[in-house]
């Protein structure tokens, strides 16, 4: 599930009833027609100066000169997110980030490093192979330093553009119901947000469901 940024208390238990879960479709109101996936495209050759490294800044946004380098993740890059995770949240969350999202999707994925090749941020994203023309942001995190800077919003727009690449014209996200931050977050993305849905997760389990055209 999406964890941007850390969960903060909420306000006491929401009283809207909670909703039965329906997939989006191409059909539905907010995703456009769906189109196949394109092919993967060849990765580039060590050295490449291709968009898998590219410099980012969010002063312009922000007001605080930050610049980080995107990068696509490698399965390697696992063992340096997991070591810090649960410290960045301050609760336990390395439950929800196995290793298995490093292995297979990391071409989908996203690191975010400071000038000093210090871990800032990272995304972790998928392309559905089951769904056509679907994204989706699994987890994403934002070091205690980097926040409040833009570096969230430069990650999930760069994950977009990836998708949109790719084919995909839909993209979508959960959160827990009491994490009003990151469905506020979200709102401002442009992201519609339904919820919370019934037992989502699981008996019990609800969750906020986002959803947004690419």
Do not use: Q
């Not at 339904?194 to 699981?202: A, F, I, L, R, W």
């Amino acid at each position: 599930m999406s964890e941007t940024p850390p969960e903060v208390p909420g306000p006491p238990p929401m009283t809207v009833p909670p909703l039965r879960y329906e997939p989006p479709s191409a059909s539905g109101p907010t995703v456009a027609a769906a189109e196949p996936v394109a092919p993967e495209k060849p990765s580039p050759s060590p050295g490449s100066t291709t968009a898998t490294r590219r410099p980012v800044s969010s002063s312009a946004e922000t007001g605080r000169a930050m610049d980080w380098v995107l990068a696509e993740a490698r399965p390697a890059d696992y063992d340096e997110i997991v070591a810090v995770v649960d410290a960045w949240w301050g609760r336990p969350v390395a439950g929800s980030l196995p290793r298995l999202f490093l292995d297979h999707f990391h071409k989908t994925s996203l690191i975010a490093r400071d000038s000093g090749g210090g871990l800032a941020g990272f995304l972790v994203g998928v392309l559905s192979p089951s769904r056509a023309g679907r994204a989706y942001i699994h987890f994403v995190g934002v070091s205690p330093g980097a926040r409040g800077t833009g570096l969230g919003r430069c990650l999930y727009r760069e994950f977009f553009a990836l998708a949109r690449d790719a084919g995909c014209v839909g993209v979508g996200a959960i959160t827990a119901p009491v994490n009003t931050a990151s469905i506020a977050f979200h709102r401002s993305m442009g992201f519609t947000v339904t919820g919370p849905v019934e037992d989502y997760d699981g008996p019990g389990r609800h969750m906020m469901v986002f959803d947004r055209a690419l």
